[in-house]
């Protein structure tokens, strides 16, 4: 196919989703394989169903690791597995001033979602503690939304969580359920469906995503897509891998700028609807491309550092959200 025909037919996929049509996962597999020459095209495209279906505002949230380290699952990219000789901080559930105190810090820099984040499979026994610090939280700063990802979750936490004040619940597929068995064998890819279904059942919202860069294939990463959109995940966060040290994945190829810039594009034709997120791995990455992704289907991020990596920091992402015309 030359290059007019490329460009051809992602105009006419792009007026498919922008008439409110679904995307097939071959039409999904044709977009991915745009050769970088029509790249550009391609997020020209996914920028213009971002704005029909999503406006022009920039969605930002910001995360604090609660309980980091010391987790009893293999996941092959994580630097909190216990399994692994990483670097990683070990540390118990934060007190709750020191959670406040971050909490607070970016109140005061304009975010207005804000996610307790703990390693290990499970809430385990500081469950009691993480429902206290919501309710602290909700009552210290009310207009601050609180998010929480604590692992597999029962229904009765769930439950509790919704009653304490948890606005919205966190929990990855991490990647397609056909290359899941490659990166985790600890558990399986139906316990986190499950608990994304737990979590809407007991009226929270979700926010679901996943990792590309693992060695899944592009097709795998429009099944991850799919898979999200049949649970109507309402927020989907895209990390990209950021090798660790003493990972198994410490050695993993990194992706070419333009192949992710792509993968966001894409997810966007798959998911007009929803927030495309940008998450850990997009500075490392992406360096000085992460403007086209933002320009690409692109409407919201993680400000502010990840887990076990920094990031680039709440005043410059809201400077390169304002450099694009867009809204924080």
Not at 78 to 96: D, F, H, I, K, S
Not at 109 to 136: A, E, Y
Not at 249 to 254: R, V
């Amino acid at each position: 196919m030359n290059l007019l025909a490329q460009i051809a037919q992602i105009t006419r996929l792009a007026e498919k989703v922008l008439k409110g049509a679904t995307l097939t996962f071959e039409e999904a597999c044709l977009l991915l394989a745009t050769p970088d020459e029509v790249t550009p095209f391609l997020l020209g495209a996914a920028d213009v169903i971002r704005k029909h279906f999503r406006g022009r505002k920039v969605d930002r949230c910001a995360i604090v690791n609660a309980r980091s380290g010391r987790c009893p699952e293999d996941c092959r990219f994580c630097a909190q597995a216990a399994r692994y000789p990483t670097q990683a901080p070990v540390y118990p559930l934060l007190p709750a001033d020191e959670i406040r105190r971050r909490a607070q810090a970016v109140y005061a820099g304009g975010i207005r979602r804000f996610s307790l984040v703990t390693s290990g499979r499970d809430p385990g026994r500081d469950f009691d503690k993480i429902l206290d610090l919501i309710r602290m939280l909700r009552q210290e700063l009310p207009e601050l939304q609180i998010c929480a990802s604590l692992g597999v979750l029962r229904p009765e936490e769930a439950r509790a969580l919704k009653k304490a004040g948890l606005s919205r619940y966190h929990h990855n597929l991490e990647t397609a359920a056909s290359f899941f068995p490659q990166i985790c064998t600890t558990h399986r890819y139906a316990d986190r469906v499950a608990t994304i279904l737990t979590a809407k059942e007991a009226g929270l919202e979700v926010c679901a995503g996943g990792i590309i860069g693992l060695g899944e294939t592009p097709a795998q990463r429009a099944e991850l897509a799919f898979a999200l959109r049949d649970l109507d995940v309402p927020s989907v966060p895209v990390n990209i891998l950021h090798p660790i040290p003493g990972t198994p994945l410490e050695a993993a190829p990194p992706l070419p700028p333009l192949e992710i810039l792509r993968t966001l594009a894409v997810f966007r034709f798959i998911l007009p609807c929803a927030t495309i997120r940008y998450a850990g791995g997009r500075e490392h990455n992406l360096r000085d491309t992460q403007a086209l992704g933002l320009a690409g289907g692109v409407d919201g991020l993680i400000t502010g550092d990840y887990l076990t990596t920094h990031g680039q920091g709440i005043p410059r992402d809201r400077t390169l959200i304002r450099d694009l015309g867009l809204e924080t």
